[in-house]
């Protein structure tokens, strides 16, 4: 067992193998052990449904086997990030998310197929779900930036161009959705220009602790949890994203310092978000360990 001596990754590794799912194991394996994209694949292959989503509590808050856009979301981000974003694998996601959209084209957070399976009470199940950014603009995003070609894609970025330029009050998790589509979006001026509005948008509102010594005097988004705020790193996951402009050299590496020292004990990082069931925020911490070594990996920080 690695020691309290240990490098920050070699505790993350205990914890890893201590608590992580299959999936989560194979990608870290992947990302720091040097372990092959095909076993990361194979281990997602396992929440894949016949109709082309992914399903069985892929995303921990949502549980039971049916499809849903958040979790195929999911995988469309660890396809992306094995370099996997291709191919009949992601056309028949598409396929899915045609399938599964609304009438303006977009993705509703969640179809009412959930009805009846354990769920997160903060995520809503209604019969007729508008279609949200939240869900939309991370899948276009990431598609787009994989270079994909689909006839889905047309009025879903017209929606999600639509959404963003419309954000006026919002949440942080909105945010992040927004970042995720622009990021990705293949027209980068008009990207540039929404990015801009956005970043003043989130200093004026407060959406991101820019003092963690101080974060108690930023306020909470209705409905989150105490304590679930979100900070410079979770906007700017990469030095690339165009979210990094948001933010001074200064208030970044503060937030890169307060995420480093957030490693528990045991080496993972903690949820923030409201615990409602004993087995998501057991799934939900590696989840959230390997999305923090992620991020501080890419900022350049040693993990050694």
Not at 91 to 104: G, P, Q, Y
Not at 157 to 162: E, G, I, S, V
Request: hydrophobic share 40%; proline share 8%.
């Amino acid at each position: 067992m690695a020691g309290t001596g240990a490098s920050p990754l070699k505790r993350a590794e205990q914890f890893i193998w201590l608590t992580a799912r299959v999936l989560e194991q194979r990608r870290f394996a992947h990302h720091f052990l040097g372990g092959g994209a095909d076993a990361v694949e194979t281990a997602l292959a396992a929440y894949l449904n016949e109709d082309g989503g992914y399903g069985h509590a892929l995303e921990p808050d949502l549980r039971g086997p049916v499809s849903q856009p958040l979790h195929t979301a999911h995988a469309l981000s660890v396809l992306d990030s094995i370099g996997r974003c291709s191919g009949l694998r992601v056309e028949r996601i598409c396929r899915f998310l045609t399938d599964v959209s609304t009438k303006e084209g977009a993705l509703p957070a969640l179809l009412p197929s959930q009805r009846g399976y354990p769920a997160a009470p903060f995520i809503p199940i209604v019969d007729d779900p508008p279609p949200q950014l939240l869900a939309t603009g991370p899948a276009v995003g990431l598609l787009h930036r994989n270079a994909v070609w689909h006839a889905w894609l047309f009025r879903a970025t017209d929606f999600c161009w639509a959404a963003v330029d419309a954000l006026e009050k919002s949440h942080p998790y909105e945010i992040e959705a927004a970042v995720a589509f622009l990021d990705g979006a293949p027209d980068r001026a008009r990207a540039e220009a929404a990015t801009d509005r956005l970043g003043r948008l989130v200093r004026e509102q407060r959406l991101a602790v820019l003092e963690p010594e101080r974060r108690a005097e930023y306020p909470v988004a209705a409905g989150y949890a105490p304590g679930e705020q979100h900070f410079p790193y979770d906007y700017a996951r990469t030095p690339e994203s165009l979210a990094r402009r948001w933010f001074t050299d200064e208030e970044l590496e503060r937030s890169l310092d307060h995420l480093a020292t957030e490693q528990q004990a045991d080496g993972g990082w903690p949820v923030n978000w409201r615990q409602w069931a004993p087995g998501t925020a057991l799934e939900g911490r590696p989840l959230v360990t390997l999305k923090a070594l992620l991020t501080l990996r890419a900022h350049g920080r040693s993990l050694h």
